[in-house]
């Protein structure tokens, strides 16, 4: 049992000041805010807490919940700074992406893996959600165990010390039927049940969730009643996350193969549900965004990465006032900074509508943590409150980023950045300290160095 | 005279490793690249030079030229993390603004300038081109010194160790003729003659050019052909900066007063020239965009302002095409960060047209170089060659953003921030060590604290 003062703190209700959080088997057991309650014995008490402040551990700065990366590729880590510069479309930056995949095998992943996670919990982030396809070895033969790649990723969580849950993915065509071609064999389990009965025999210890995945409406096989079917029943009562109308093509495609756009399709055979997590949901029509927030869907946008790729700018304030729950991944991880997402959301929708304020700063907080966290099957995370998980994120409001900035909301979201963590703690251990970034930066180098010496 | 081992360094033809430059009275007197020079002779000298290396400094990391912030209002550094939430358009943020504008005195816009400048130097800025309209008093009157806040702004530069270009804004109108009123007080000199008498007599030291603006066309008299045939003459042959099309509300304005776009009407006058710098021009039409092009004028956009504003995406790529000069500016300075300036220039235009590769890195490291120095009437600075000014900025390629990114100019533009920069010499004093930051951090608090606490 460890007891920290906080010198500053975003508890459910807002912003305290000298909050008390004690922490027991990885769990806040204790939420003490001294100056807001009127209770005068519990006062008391508080003061008393405060004259023998020496037992507590004392955090200074700005302390959020730890934020939840419900979309990432970890291994496109390998891209960042060498993609970016390429001319084309998305389609012709797939190209430059399968070039890594191909690569890699189970322990240049798990080092890639755990030096990008290790990247992910110095930015705060406490949660990632894996959205994993790269299954079998380069030829497409599975591995030995044919959940390799996926341990490999729920080990690579363990020692970077975050929760993960590994969205497993099928992927079945190369579009609409198409065989897969080249890296995406790697990706293909023949047929839905094959994924399925694989899925089910990968283990998750206590940091892990495993959840079912669906690429995209493209990667489903011609006729796909039967598999939407299958997938109905994995999304009813666990994660379920599906890369949706990012591209255009994507919808000219589905209109094409099935008469429908991809959410319709998916809202058709009941895909769309309080579990599922459509990603980006950048190209939609009015009915799409009906039918997302009537199902109270989750959207997980992921700007960065869609400024990168061109993918345009989804309408986030009309999927959220229909009743859509935001959430923010990192995606490609050419950025790991979910600041930078929160803010992004906000400021695309200003630059296509020429007006501001779209969100609130304490709902793009919200997106980041709580409602992440739920996303991929951790209700229990994402706030500073008694029973949750003990995830705690510090920035230092003394940065020539931060300084004289507020220190309220519209500095975590407009002002703060990655570097600007100070220490981030997930359930109770003290995972992140600022003095560890040169070590996460050498591990980087080896693992990425690795992939390209090949 | 000293001389530096550059690890890895840009030099006008592109990287090269160990890179020794020799510095004497704040230039490059010699810039020696031992590798890649066949003269046989040379090269010996060269590697002699190696097995001395003791005696110079040795400078690991990434070495780019020095960058130019070529649009500044320093005092808005205050409103960072305080407006950003706001509803509504730009001009209610700009209501905000003024409120910021009415409370400052020639003390406090001192200790604030010199921070923000020592933020930019921190972030690898060697030269700010300072866009200044806070003239005088706070009901109008002159100071007895009637450019002592230009003074203060040309001493806060000397104390942050920057080379600045003083854009003395002249501003008459509240829009198209209307009066200034509230903190717009402050800006109006009465007359362009009154203005061209006050800027002429503000002195600028070595560090220092004091060059003319005009804030925007809505700021001209009804009639405006005399102040616009005035100004020409002090665009002829220095500097001359103007706020262009950033709303739509400008352009329209401009149409129903004077019958022609912000940009014909500058034309119309004789003031697009190459030593005009349109600052955003982000509402432009074809004709617009081939006058700025055929005039070979400079244009200063500021992305990550133009999305907080909600400004919208100008036409880059096709200014750049039609002759234009890309620079850029961290104008509100909501985030210093050229860095991320460079890439939202690409990233903007893919979002709006969902294609990638319009802008080389290369390209956009020679807006925040060379051509923004040059539009700020320093030509002589931006890049490591002999007779420049010895302007050195050095980047961590260690760093958890930077690590396995492969150290060249997709690094710079795609990977780096300004939190990655370790060191900046400014015409050959080292100004800048990453231990500053705390310090920095510190001035910027108590600088901003007494703007609020008034």
Redesign the interface.
């Known amino acids: 049992m460890t007891t920290y003062l906080l010198e500053r703190a975003l508890l459910p209700d807002g912003w305290r000041d000298e909050v008390e959080v004690t922490v027991e088997d990885g769990r806040f057991v204790e939420v003490r805010d001294p100056f807001t309650r009127f209770d005068p014995q519990a006062l008391a008490d508080n003061l008393g807490i405060h004259r023998s402040a020496g037992e507590s551990v004392r955090v200074p700065g700005l302390t959020i919940p730890g934020l939840a990366n419900t979309h990432s590729h970890a291994f496109h880590?390998?891209l960042?700074?060498?993609t970016?510069?390429?001319?084309?479309?998305?389609w012709?930056?797939r190209e430059q992406m399968y070039a890594v995949a191909e690569r890699l095998d189970p322990d240049g992943y798990l080092e890639l893996a755990t030096a990008t996670f290790?990247?992910m919990v110095?930015?705060g982030i406490t949660c990632v959600g894996e959205f994993h396809y790269l299954h079998h070895g380069r030829d497409g033969t599975p591995y030995t165990d044919p959940n390799e790649m996926g341990a490999v990723l729920v080990e690579a969580a363990r020692v970077a010390g975050l929760r993960i849950t590994v969205l497993d993915t099928l992927y079945l065509s190369s579009g609409f039927g198409a065989a897969p071609r080249g890296a995406q064999v790697r990706y293909a389990d023949g047929s839905a049940l094959a994924w399925a009965e694989r899925v089910s025999a990968l283990v998750a210890p206590e940091h892990a969730i495993v959840a079912g995945a669906l690429h995209s409406v493209r990667t489903l096989p011609k006729d796909p009643a039967e598999t939407l079917n299958l997938l109905a029943g994995w999304a009813a009562d666990r994660p379920f996350h599906v890369h949706l109308s990012e591209q255009?093509a994507e919808n000219e495609g589905a209109l094409a193969a099935y008469g429908l756009t991809p959410t319709r399709l998916l809202a058709a055979h009941g895909l769309l549900g309080p579990m599922t997590t459509a990603v980006h949901a950048t190209h939609l029509c009015d009915r799409d965004i009906a039918e997302l927030g009537s199902a109270s869907a989750f959207v997980s946008f992921c700007p960065?990465t869609?400024?990168?790729?061109?993918?345009?700018?989804g309408p986030s304030r009309r999927l959220a006032d229909a009743g859509a729950r935001l959430t923010l991944g990192s995606d490609s991880n050419?950025v790991?900074d979910l600041f930078e997402e929160m803010?992004a959301v906000e400021?695309?929708e200003?630059?296509?509508?020429?007006?501001?304020?779209h969100w609130?700063?304490a709902d793009l907080i919200e997106a980041a943590t709580t409602t992440g966290h739920a996303s991929l099957g951790w209700p229990d995370a994402g706030a500073i409150a008694v029973g949750q998980r003990a995830d705690l994120v510090t920035l230092d409001t003394?940065?020539?980023?931060?300084?004289?900035?507020?220190a309220?909301?519209?500095?975590v979201?407009?002002?703060a950045?990655?570097?600007d963590v100070v220490s981030t703690m997930i359930e109770g251990r003290l995972i992140f300290r600022h003095d560890d970034?040169?070590e996460?930066?050498?591990a980087?180098?080896r693992?990425?160095?690795k992939v390209w010496a090949e």
Do not use: K
Request: aromatic residues 4%.
């Open positions: 880590r390998a960042r700074g060498r970016q510069a390429g001319q084309g479309t998305f012709t930056w290790q990247e110095a930015a255009v960065t869609e400024r990168d790729l061109g993918d345009g700018v050419a790991i803010r400021l695309d200003r630059l296509v509508t020429q007006r501001r304020g609130r700063s003394t940065t020539p980023r931060t300084a004289g900035t507020g309220d909301e519209h500095t979201v407009f002002a950045g990655a570097g970034r040169e996460i930066g050498r980087l180098s693992a990425i160095g």
